[in-house]
Nanobody
Framework: QVQLVESGGGLVQPGGSLRLSCAAS????????MRWYRQAPGKEREYVAL????????NYADSVKGRFTISRDNAKNTVYLQMNSLKPEDTAVYYC?????????WGQGTQVTVSS
């Protein structure tokens, strides 16, 4: 079955960095685009970034553009989110997702807290 497992969250000071990972299994990872979303307390889940399959093209929400970088390692079935220059407003639970054979799958999420 399809599984997505996020890791790498934690507490970081403003201006700091974190790298999130999402390990995928149960499908041919290299054939599917991967996305990161986040959900802050009391807010709706919002799109963060996308990476495609062929060529690894990327797209970012305006709020993270220039600070976050999405990448993937198809040999490790893993997608990453490098987050730099973190701000308190980046505090949220971060989720990866994939649409596989018409079904949207989500991981359990990893908490990122940006605070001094």
């Amino acid at each position: 079955q399809v599984q997505l497992v996020e890791s790498g969250g934690g507490l970081v000071q403003p201006g700091g960095s974190l790298r999130l990972s999402c390990a995928a299994s149960g499908f041919t990872f290299s054939r599917y685009a991967m996305r990161w979303y986040r959900q802050a307390p009391g807010k709706e889940r919002e799109y963060v970034a996308l990476i495609t399959t062929v060529g690894g093209s990327t797209n970012y929400a305006d709020s993270v553009k220039g600070r976050f970088t999405i990448s993937r390692d198809n040999a490790k079935n893993t997608v990453y989110l490098q987050m730099n220059s973190l701000k308190p407003e980046d505090t949220a639970v971060y989720y990866c997702n994939a649409g596989v054979r018409g079904v949207l799958y989500w991981g359990q999420g990893t908490q990122v807290t940006v605070s001094s």
